[in-house]
């Protein structure tokens, strides 16, 4: 049975990153995707990865991605990936995570970077809101550790003492999926808000919407 639900925050709560990577690519001539290939080359030691992890400053991590992509054929400043990181709240699913939250344990488990700059951190009233509504939440900035290590799934099911059979957990990336899958997690792979409540509504027994 079903006793948590675990969420992914950009891409999942909130629009995906991936398509303002997208517009950026295209502003700036860059072959499309060329940012989200980057960031899976050498995935826990590029600087993509140190940053979520709170290894290097935003100031470090600026220098750091421009290094990265002039070794693969292009200039792009970290500040400009950073600045398109932050999305939009999806109505349908946050309207989703208020009745879970009413209902069953929620956890959010995000890989995200720490910023000083109130308007990317984007705190609006709905991410307020969504943030509430977490029981837990595990930042990848703040614990040290970063998607897809198996260990912070782990600390998750501690934190809301839940065994993983008991969760779904939904992410935009396949990868950060598999070890929750290997633990014994449901999961879904959110591709849009509409396809991930239609899969995520056959594991509740309540209406989500």
């Known amino acids: 049975m079903i006793t948590a639900v675990i969420f992914d925050f950009g891409g999942v709560i909130t629009s995906s990153p991936f398509e303002a990577f997208n517009r950026l690519e295209a502003d700036r001539g860059l072959p499309l995707d060329f940012i989200r290939r980057l960031n899976a080359a050498n995935p826990d030691t590029n600087a993509w990865a140190r940053f979520e992890r709170s290894e290097i400053t935003a100031v470090q991590f600026d220098e750091a991605f421009d290094q990265e992509a002039r070794v693969a054929g292009h200039s792009l400043r970290g500040a400009d990936v950073i ?58 900035s703040k614990a040290g ?24 957990y939904l992410d935009d990336l396949g990868i950060n999926l598999k070890p929750a899958r290997a633990m014994g997690m449901a999961t879904i792979k959110v591709e849009s808000g509409p396809q991930a409540l239609r899969e995520l509504q056959s594991h509740i027994p309540f209406a989500l919407q």
């Not at 550790?145 to 260990?151: A, E, F, L, V, Y």
């Open 83 to 140: 600045a398109c990181l932050y999305g939009s709240v999806r109505p349908d699913m946050l309207e989703a995570l208020r009745r879970i939250s009413a209902r069953l344990k929620t956890g959010c488990i995000t890989n995200n970077v720490a910023t000083e700059r109130p308007e990317q951190i984007g705190r609006t009233a709905a991410v307020q809101e969504a943030m509430s509504l977490f029981h837990h939440v595990i930042e990848s």
């Open 145 to 168: 550790i970063r998607k897809p290590d198996p260990r912070i799934y782990a600390m998750m099911c501690e934190a809301l003492d839940v065994a993983p059979a008991n969760c779904v």
